[in-house]
């Protein structure tokens, strides 16, 4: 098990940028792949982004995609997001998510992460 605590949320205007961070406990990191997820009120929580064990490979929905980056320190148990260009459409609880893989890939599924953070809010106003 991992204990994941995300910070780095807050307030913003449309076009400008965040920083989230995710550290999590725990000497085999690297041993997790990550994804970050998002919950809109009235809205199922829905996939972000993630990357793989090694931070080699990277997956993001398609919203996101190309404004959204995702990096990990696995010498520092930390993954971080990077929102640039950001929509009031992105307005969400965010999640970072944690699942022991096996295999060095990414999985879009939250059903397949076991270990979650308890979230950090971001609002973009428009």
């Known amino acids: 098990q991992v204990q994941l605590v995300e910070s780095g949320g807050g307030l913003v205007q449309a076009g400008g940028s965040l920083r989230l961070s995710c550290a999590a406990s725990g000497r085999t990191f690297s041993s997790y792949a990550m994804g970050w997820f998002r919950q809109a009120p009235g809205k199922e929580r829905e996939f972000v982004g993630g990357i793989s064990r090694s931070g080699s490979s990277t997956y993001y929905e398609d919203s996101v995609k190309g404004r959204f980056t995702i990096s990990r320190d696995n010498a520092k148990n930390t993954v971080d997001l990077q929102m640039n260009s950001l929509k009031p459409e992105d307005t969400a609880v965010y999640y970072c998510?944690?699942?022991?893989?096996?295999?060095?890939?990414?999985?879009?599924?939250?059903?397949?992460?076991?270990?979650w953070g308890q979230g950090t809010q971001v609002i973009v106003s428009s």
């Open positions: 998510a944690a699942r022991l893989a096996a295999m060095n890939s990414v999985n879009i599924y939250s059903e397949a992460y076991d270990n």
